[in-house]
């Protein structure tokens, strides 16, 4: 099992480009997240997905948008990125809940110029 | 005040030592508390899972939990270079589907 796995794994940006990140599991999980990493503020939820078809927003969706695709999978998309986005991307899931076992992919670090 | 405060290091220890670490918090409707490890350009994997009040330990890890004081702390016993990592608690209540984290605690074992 590969677990959650994440594409891609650096990308630099220019200011007002946008892209998606990609997230998938194969654990047969009903909840996915993201987060975003910064030094000193620890990890924030941005959005996540309780079960397939579902999204809702977390502490810091603002400049984001999502899409749970299939249960498998969970993109991230930019749609215009701004410097403040500079930061490390984790997905994660989980079999229920969000207080039960998080399983973190490696992390996408984003630079935006 | 923030609903979890922790403490974000660096915390230098020598090979062998005891580490403890701690996370206070002042949501007192929190019940599942949690203990992420997370080394160097990687994920987030969970290291310890505790409910309510008590201890836990497992190997040379335990978790111990205080709810009357919002307190929880993590110890490594004899802890070793590997054991290099931030450690990052987390706590959630029940009902409530979220997750708080600490900003996390990097430790660093020296050989």
């Known amino acids: 099992n590969a677990g959650v796995t994440q594409t891609p794994k650096f990308q630099v940006l220019k200011t007002g480009q946008s892209m998606t990140l990609q997230c998938a599991q194969d654990?047969?999980?009903?909840?996915m997240y993201w987060y975003r990493q910064d030094p000193g503020m620890g990890l924030r939820l941005i959005y996540y997905s309780a079960s397939e078809g579902t999204t809702d927003k977390g502490e810091v969706p603002n400049g984001y948008n999502v899409s749970r695709l299939n249960k498998r999978e969970f993109s991230l998309r930019l749609e215009s990125a701004a410097p403040s986005q500079t930061s490390v991307y984790f997905c994660?899931?989980?079999?229920?809940?969000?207080?039960?076992?998080?399983?973190f992919g490696p992390g996408t670090r984003l630079l935006v110029l | 005040q923030k609903e979890v405060e922790q403490d974000p290091g660096p915390l230098s220890v020598p090979e062998g030592a005891i580490v403890s670490l701690n996370c206070t918090y002042s949501?007192?409707?929190?019940?599942?508390f949690m203990w992420y490890r997370q080394y160097s350009r990687k994920g987030p994997e969970l290291l310890m899972y505790?409910?309510?009040?008590g201890n836990k330990e497992d190997g040379r890890f335990t978790a111990q939990v205080d709810k009357s004081s919002k307190y929880i702390s993590l110890f490594i016993r004899d802890s070793q270079p590997s054991d290099s990592a931030t450690y990052l608690c987390?706590?959630?209540?029940?009902?409530?589907?979220?997750?708080?984290f600490g900003k996390g605690n990097q430790v660093v074992v020296i050989p």
């Open positions: 994660a899931s989980s079999e229920g809940g969000m207080r039960e076992t998080q399983y």
């Open positions: 987390a706590m959630s209540s029940y009902g409530n589907n979220r997750l708080a």
């Open positions: 654990m047969n999980h009903n909840s």
């Open positions: 505790t409910y309510s009040s």
């Open positions: 949501n007192s409707a929190f019940q599942y």
